[in-house]
């Protein structure tokens, strides 16, 4: 990537630096996409009384365990954050690569849990509940690998000292991506 | 920490390839261009489509010239790929990509957006979503038949609309449209916000970018249903899922409301870029400031919020709660309030300025007259006991087409007569102009009245060959004159492309402000260099300081400082 | 990039630390909830009434501890704070519209035929095999 940052980049009339003016917009976007998603899932779940005996087979242990995954990663995302205010790149990057293992583990232990689930015959057609279970954890479990990507990314660069701001905008993200999933957990797991 | 010096050294030292300056390009105005060009094809497409369905329409069961005979089906396909061409591919990129990527860096006195990787990204993202559409054209079953709005469960189920292939790649392109557009969006609102010139408030800043940044915004805040609905509509259709198959635990209606939820507000996000050019027009040429700038601004805002709040009048006799279309119906006449306060805005804006009949000024004048007709017969179908009648008539496709043709084709039209001088460096030809304007409207014009007409007679929409009912064969007449309408409005588009295709190489040189506006585009040479100007403006003034008394000049540029004599 | 000009050391490791304990004693709370709410259930307030109430309270607050001290949403400028709550609210707005039509399956005048006869499908079914059953594979582990 050979362009150099423009002025207009630099530039801050809000005083909020751009970055993270930006990532505000990203999560605002993401809060109507999920929003939406979840809003349809509430309102046929109030509707469809049968799904409560569909929604008792998920696993409280799993999830339980995954929202705990999720709270931990997202702790370590701060220290990142803490470390590269205080300029340490290397750091940071370590603190970054333990988000990103948490996520690994996040989406490690739902592949587990989604198989056995299968098996079982709770597949993705079976009915109406199972159907939103997997599109709804479905597409967090994508933010939640492209989250880690990108972290990833820009733990490579910070280790060398390199745009430590990006830093704590990963980690902004991470945390929605965390409170996406702190709202999931009861919908799909507690809410029987 | 601002990295001084980096504008001028960065592509003075090496000629850049063809790849690098115009296929991969990061500068806003060359994104800006290909957005625009992608527009222009894909409204040729559109067109094109339009051309043949119109021919059916007036001469059934005949074969089209240059496209052959129109099936059932294939009618069902080229209404529903005009609609979102139209709206997806045409209106969208060429008001809110090509016009703000190109101007809302210029205008705010910046030398890129903020992040010009990610603006590449979102052109490559949506050139690949138009790819992908015209691909679905060509699969077996042909293009998606199941109408723009892509209802379930015939959008869902192959069985029904007959076009497997085309129906998915259809949902990925529009799907994927949405993704390019939100990226864009955050680039045009973050760069509003952020990277204005030293000195510039948010009352300068002229009003053509704040309508762009506001409709990014509204687009955002309601695109995430749908694209959540789109989802879904893909699990259906590839899984096999049953999201909207009510015999297993889902809901069509789920879909009406997630598509319209999005839908309305996407019609102001079309229409505010549109009103913003106009603004900047109508304000050049009567030599005038904006009337009650602010008033404007706020009133765009409330706009915008109470669009959230009108969707469900597309859904009137769809089987909605009806107290719903109560209040559906009061929200609905409520908005048209600020959208009648603003053009009478624009209307004292003209009022008493020394008019210039530039054809930039024709279109934008008669987008204001058009979305007039437009609005008011809006507002038959806002109330729902009328709604009854008319709906899915031709009276509201006449409507649609009242608002959506000034916003997407004035709107362009204006836009691009008005910039070309600041984006290509020459003038296009006055004359050529004119005559291209007068050819447009009358048969616009000609068309859709006709179309008001069939529709209050009870013509639906969405249907082949109206010589199959009894009550609408007698008025075949009407149908044959819009369709020759048509065929001269779509003649007359040539005395364009030949305007601007000769203006491109052989048109008089234009300098930096031939217009003579204030806004900051207008002090950058035409074209301007990669990185706008060698040194970046200050602002001054607000952007509308024309006829200011006691000055010489009757207009007054934004970067000019205060007490300086007027330049030349 | 500006720096926080005003947080730097305002928060060591140990005052995060004290949230991710805050936010683990909640799960664990938020899990317990069906456990426990049959024992406090009385009159009119049903068991699952305490879960949901559990279980979603307790979800606000997690989330308000992750945004307000993770995001640093409690120090940045307040406009960004409305704007996330603003599509919030555009989501209560949806749900408020759409709700009248998907959730319910009857009306003043009409009624959603397919969708009752899906739910009875449904609820047979689940009859017929706790009736067979018993002590039949009803749980996952």
Not at chain 1, 67 to 72: I, K, M, Q, W
Not at chain 2, 22 to 50: L, N, P
Not at chain 2, 100 to 125: C, K, T
Not at chain 2, 207 to 227: D, E, H, K, N
Request: aromatic content about 16%; overall charge negative; proline content about 5%.
């Amino acid at each position: 990537m050979s362009t150099t940052r423009p002025i207009a980049t630099t530039r801050s009339a809000t005083g909020i630096p751009t970055g993270r003016l930006a990532v505000w917009w990203v999560l605002a976007s993401e809060i109507v996409i999920f929003g939406g998603l979840l809003g349809s899932y509430v309102m046929h779940r109030i509707g469809h009384p049968e799904w409560a005996e569909y929604a008792s087979h998920t696993n409280v242990w799993f999830g339980g365990t995954n929202t705990f995954v999720l709270l931990t990663s997202s702790l370590f995302a701060v220290f990142a954050h803490h470390a590269a205010e205080h300029g340490d790149g290397k750091t940071a990057a370590k603190w970054l690569l333990a988000t990103s293992v948490g996520a690994a583990t996040f989406v490690g232990i739902k592949a587990a849990e989604w198989t056995g689930e299968i098996h079982h015959g709770y597949t993705i057609t079976a009915n109406g509940f199972w159907e939103f279970y997997y599109t709804a954890a479905g597409l967090h479990a994508l933010h939640v690998i492209a989250g880690a990507i990108i972290m990833l990314i820009i733990a490579n660069e910070a280790r060398k000292g390199k745009e430590l701001h990006r830093v704590e905008l990963v980690g902004i993200y991470w945390h929605f991506v965390d409170i996406v999933w702190i709202f999931l957990f009861p919908l799909l797991y507690i809410a029987k | 920490m601002a990295e001084v010096g980096t504008v001028e050294t960065h592509d003075t030292h090496h000629a850049q390839s063809f790849w690098s300056k115009y296929v991969f390009s990061t500068d806003h105005k060359m994104i800006g261009m290909q957005y625009m060009f992608t527009g222009m094809v894909m409204a040729m497409i559109g067109g094109y489509m339009a051309y043949a369905f119109r021919m059916q329409l007036a001469f059934p069961g005949q074969s089209v010239p240059g496209y052959g005979l129109v099936s059932q089906g294939e009618y069902n396909s080229l209404v529903t790929n005009h609609g979102s061409i139209m709206i997806f591919w045409v209106a969208m990129p060429i008001l809110i990509a090509a016009f703000g990527n190109f101007l809302i860096p210029l205008m705010i006195g910046a030398d890129d957006m903020v992040f010009p990787r990610i603006n590449r990204l979102s052109y490559q993202l949506f050139l690949l979503s138009a790819i992908i559409l015209i691909v679905s054209f060509f699969l077996p079953g042909g293009g998606f038949g199941g109408a723009w709005t892509s209802y379930p469960p015939l959008s869902a189920n192959a069985d029904y609309n007959l076009t497997p292939y085309g129906a998915t790649f259809w949902i990925c392109a529009v799907a994927l449209e949405f993704v390019a557009f939100l990226l864009g969006g955050i680039n045009f609102i973050t760069t509003l916000m952020n990277a204005r010139a030293p000195g510039m408030k948010m009352h300068d800043i002229p009003m053509v970018a704040w309508m762009i940044v506001i409709a990014s915004i509204l687009f955002m805040a309601s695109v995430g249903p749908l694209i959540a609905g789109a989802v879904m509509l893909f699990m259906d259709q590839v899984v096999g899922t049953g999201y909207f198959d009510p015999s297993r635990g889902g809901d069509p209606i789920l879909w009406q409301h997630l598509f319209w939820f999005f839908g309305h507000p996407e019609v102001y996000v079309v229409l505010l870029p549109a009103m913003g050019i106009v603004a900047e027009i109508i304000c050049t040429f009567s030599r005038k400031k904006l009337f009650n700038y602010k008033l404007i601004l706020y009133t765009t805002f409330a706009t915008g919020i109470i669009s959230f709040f009108v969707w469900a009048h597309h859904q009137f006799i769809a089987g909605i709660d009806p107290r719903m279309a109560n209040v559906f119906t009061i929200t609905t006449l409520i908005i048209s309030i600020p959208i009648a306060e603003m053009v009478f805005l624009y209307i004292a804006t003209l009022y008493g300025g020394s008019i210039r009949l530039t054809t930039p000024m024709l279109w934008a004048l008669s987008f204001i007259a058009e979305f007039i007709i437009g609005g008011i017969t809006g507002i038959f179908l806002g109330a729902s006991g009328s709604d009854i009648y008319f709906h899915d008539t031709y009276f509201v496709l006449a409507h649609f087409h009242y608002t959506f043709f000034p916003i997407a084709i004035i709107g362009f039209f204006a836009g691009i007569t008005y910039w070309f001088p600041k984006m290509f460096g020459r003038m296009m030809n006055e004359t050529l102009g004119k005559i291209h304007f007068w050819g447009t409207i009358v048969t616009f014009n000609c068309i859709f009245i006709t179309l008001f007409i069939l529709g209050a007679a009870g013509q639906h929409r969405r249907i082949y060959d109206y010589l199959n009912f009894p009550d609408l064969a007698g008025l075949q007449p009407l149908r044959v004159f819009a369709t020759s309408a048509l065929l001269v409005m779509l003649a007359f588009q040539l005395v364009f492309l030949f305007n601007f295709v000769y203006s491109l190489f052989k048109g008089k040189r234009a300098g930096k402000n031939p217009w003579k506006a204030n806004t900051l585009e207008w002090t950058a040479a035409s074209p301007p260099p990669h990185g706008n100007w060698a040194e970046l403006p200050n602002c001054y003034r607000g952007p509308y300081e024309y006829s200011v008394p006691g000055r010489e000049d009757d207009y007054w540029p934004q970067d000019l400082p205060p007490d300086t004599a007027p330049a030349e | 990039m500006a720096d926080h000009q005003d947080h730097s050391d305002d928060h060591g490791q140990g005052f995060y630390l004290k949230i991710w304990a805050i936010l683990v004693v909640l799960l664990i709370l938020s899990i317990l909830g069906p456990v426990v709410a049959p024992h406090i259930a009385f009159g009119f307030i049903k068991a699952w009434m305490i879960t949901i109430m559990a279980a979603f309270g307790i979800a606000v607050v997690k989330a308000y501890l992750v945004a307000a001290n993770f995001m640093e949403l409690n120090i940045e400028k307040k406009y960004i704070s409305y704007l996330l709550t603003g599509m919030l609210t555009l989501m209560l707005l949806f749900f408020a519209g759409t709700a009248p039509d998907v959730m319910e399956h009857q009306g003043q005048h009409w009624e959603n035929v397919a969708a009752r006869e899906e739910i009875q499908r449904g609820l047979e079914a689940e009859a017929a095999a706790a009736a067979h059953g018993g002590a039949h594979e009803q749980h996952e582990h």
